[in-house]
């Protein structure tokens, strides 16, 4: 059971270019998020899905789009890369809404520099 | 706009002793997470608290949520050095305990020492 796989785990990109982040789980989760995480800040939301064809902003979305085409895959796009786009992201999942009162399962995390 | 504040920020402290993290936030919410962070590592779900006066012990760790006070407070019983780790509280944002919009605190990094 591989959980929630996060490609790649690192990742320098210049600024201005372009580049999709993979998330996907095996879980059969229905609700699937995007966090990234910067020092001294905690994470914060990005997107968020909770079903195929059902995806909503977050507390941060400016610069990434996200589409949830099938129920395992989740991927973040960043559409011109900008060095405030350096952090680590976090794509995680959880049951939803069949089942109420679940915890979110993390990925391991793409950690990205923009230079 | 909910806003999740943990405190102390930092927090160095002996093997054996005792000490209480603090999870405050700003709007009506039921629904409080917590998790564990290993540097360089994914977060780790500790523990789920899903109503009022809810409590959960797990080891030396254990957690309660009021949510009359919106304050829920991690407890170390008796440290040791592999507790070592940053610790975030969640909480859920739709209030639906869905677990889909979280927000965190700034997180707390515990140091314990010999």
């Known amino acids: 059971n591989a959980g929630v796989t996060q490609t790649p785990k690192f990742q320098v990109l210049k600024t201005g270019q372009s580049m999709t982040l993979q998330c996907a789980q095996d879980m059969n989760h229905e609700y699937m998020s995007w966090y990234r995480q910067d020092p001294g800040m905690g994470l914060r939301l990005i997107h968020y899905s909770v079903g195929a064809g059902i995806t909503d902003q977050g507390e941060v979305p400016n610069g990434y789009n996200v589409s949830r085409s099938t129920t395992e895959d989740f991927p973040l796009r960043l559409l011109s890369a900008a060095p405030s786009q350096t952090s680590v992201y976090f794509c995680a999942s959880n049951r939803g809404r069949s089942l109420m009162n679940t915890e979110a399962f993390f990925g391991q995390g793409t950690r990205l520099t923009v230079v | 706009e909910l806003k999740v504040e943990q405190n102390p920020l930092f927090l160095s402290m002996q093997e054996g002793k005792n000490y209480t993290i603090y999870c405050n936030y700003s709007?009506?919410?039921?629904?409080l997470y917590w998790y564990r962070q290993d540097p360089g590592k994914s977060l780790e779900s500790l523990f789920v608290?899903?109503?009022?006066?809810a409590v959960k012990q797990e080891g030396r760790l254990m957690a309660s949520l009021d949510t009359k006070a919106r304050l829920s407070t991690l407890h170390i019983t008796a440290a040791v050095h592999d507790l070592s780790a940053t610790y975030f509280c969640?909480?859920?944002?739709?209030?639906?305990?869905?677990?889909?919009?979280?927000?965190f605190g700034t997180g707390t990094r515990l140091q314990v020492t010999l």
């Open positions: 608290l899903l109503s009022n006066g």
């Open positions: 969640a909480v859920d944002s739709l209030n639906t305990g869905t677990a889909s919009k979280l927000t």
């Open positions: 709007t009506t919410s039921d629904r």
